[in-house]
């Protein structure tokens, strides 16, 4: 008679204790970014946590290979985790004519409508504002919604931005 089958919790082995303590780490750290800046959607080139920055995009491929488990599939979804880093969630997006306020008080605040993609604060107003491009350069953009980024300021051309302008 064959031993009867332990539940995998009762098999973790000390390495898959780690590994656990790890994700737990790494959750409690995404958490905390989504009580900060609203969103999960950490960037990749993030400074002020690289390991974060890695971690979340693992779990995305190890979702689509099948490898993470349906209870952390679920904790993660429960904070809002996009699981496809090209879309934001539809609860998440702001009307337009809210983005273009933040996009107002923006340029008040550092003088230009060149909101840089590495500031996870205002990541989906720079979001925004590679959409108003696209947009406008598919001729897509209703003649109004142009009149208002034009008359701001609003630069057509999107231009790289160095990090400590914003910050200095």
């Known amino acids: 008679m064959l031993p009867p089958v332990r539940p995998k919790t009762e ?12 994700w737990k780490a790494h959750f409690a750290e995404l958490r905390a970014f989504y009580k900060k800046f609203g969103h999960c959607r950490v960037p990749f ?18 979702r689509n290979i099948g490898k993470l488990a ?13 699981w496809n880093a090209m879309r934001v969630p539809a609860r998440s997006l702001l ?3 809210a983005r273009f306020a933040e996009l107002v008080e923006f340029k008040k605040r550092f003088g230009d409508c060149q909101v840089p993609s590495w500031d996870p604060i ?18 897509e953009l209703a003649p ?3 009149e208002q980024l034009d008359r ?6 999107s231009q790289k931005r160095r990090r400590k302008t914003h910050w200095s």
């Open 95 to 97: 009307a337009w004519d």
């Open 11 to 22: 098999r973790a082995t000390p390495a898959h204790k780690v590994y656990d303590a790890s």
């Open 122 to 139: 205002h990541y989906c107003l720079h979001r925004w504002t590679v959409t108003q491009r696209s947009a406008y350069n598919r001729g």
């Open 70 to 82: 349906p209870e952390r599939i679920a904790r993660l979804e429960a904070i809002g985790f996009c």
């Open 144 to 146: 109004a919604r142009f």
């Open 152 to 157: 701001l300021g609003f630069s057509w051309k």
């Open 45 to 62: 080139n993030w400074p002020e946590n690289q390991r974060l920055a890695q971690w979340v995009p693992y779990q995305r491929r190890c």
